[in-house]
């Protein structure tokens, strides 16, 4: 079946500890998306890349960081100056980043601070 | 992108249409309606989107006001699996979905 991956579903981090987070996608959509959504909140994006070799920041960029070496995958990274991680990581891609293209959502990984 | 307003909660009974509004008063010309919806601990799920016309696909309607400041998704016959948190965005800008607080809908055997 086609869809979006993210692994692991579960994530644990120690203080000082950059963690990566797995996104791949079987779709052939080239833009991919990570977002972050809190309790009770919507989502907010971190980053996203339109194409492979090319990513751009979100309205929450400061502490993460990407990479977009393949078209299928997205790995984010939390570094240590993410001060407050805990929350809940969504990627998603789709064909193109037109208002009129539908993002598809992984299954989420949820981060915690050990 | 506009604002958009929804019911906190519904409740729906098995095996019965379910009719979720939302308001979108402000939307302007070149802003889709889009919604979603979300099972505690998955990511959301696309359901269906439109601009100006009424749409339909397997899982759902969407209807949008001559105006288009409302629309309405259906869901024809709603099961217990239905039950999720859904959400009705706007979208003008391209790269992100803005997603708020969207309508607990609770269907009941």
């Known amino acids: 079946d086609g869809g979006i991956t993210q692994s692991p579903k579960y994530l644990f981090r120690k203080e000082g500890q950059n963690v990566t987070l797995s996104c791949e996608q079987n779709l052939n959509h080239d833009a991919m998306y990570w977002y972050r959504q809190d309790p009770g909140q919507g989502l907010r994006l971190i980053y996203y890349s339109q194409i492979v070799n090319d990513f751009q920041k979100g309205d929450i960029a400061e502490g993460y960081s990407v990479s977009r070496e393949k078209k299928e995958s997205f790995p984010l990274t939390v570094t240590s100056a993410q001060k407050n991680p805990t929350a809940f990581y969504l990627c998603?891609?789709?064909?193109?980043?037109?208002?009129?293209?539908?993002?598809?959502f992984g299954d989420g990984t949820r981060l915690s601070i050990l | 992108d506009a604002k958009t307003t929804q019911p906190t909660s519904m409740d729906c009974a098995e095996g019965r249409a379910a009719n979720l509004p939302c308001n979108h008063s402000?939307?302007?010309?070149?802003?889709?309606v889009y919604w979603y919806r979300q099972i505690h601990s998955q990511g959301p799920q696309y359901i269906i989107h439109?601009?100006?016309n009424n749409e339909t696909n397997e899982m759902a309607s969407l209807i949008i006001t001559e105006d288009r400041k409302s629309s309405t998704l259906i869901l024809p016959h709603a099961t217990l699996r239905d039950t999720a948190v859904y959400y009705c965005?706007?979208?003008?800008?391209?790269?992100?979905?803005?997603f708020g607080a969207g309508t607990r809908l609770t269907v009941k055997p």
């Open positions: 402000t939307i302007s010309g070149n802003e889709y």
């Open positions: 965005i706007v979208r003008g800008r391209n790269n992100d979905m803005r």
């Open positions: 439109g601009l100006k």
């Open positions: 998603a891609s789709s064909y193109g980043t037109g208002v009129g293209q539908p993002q598809h």
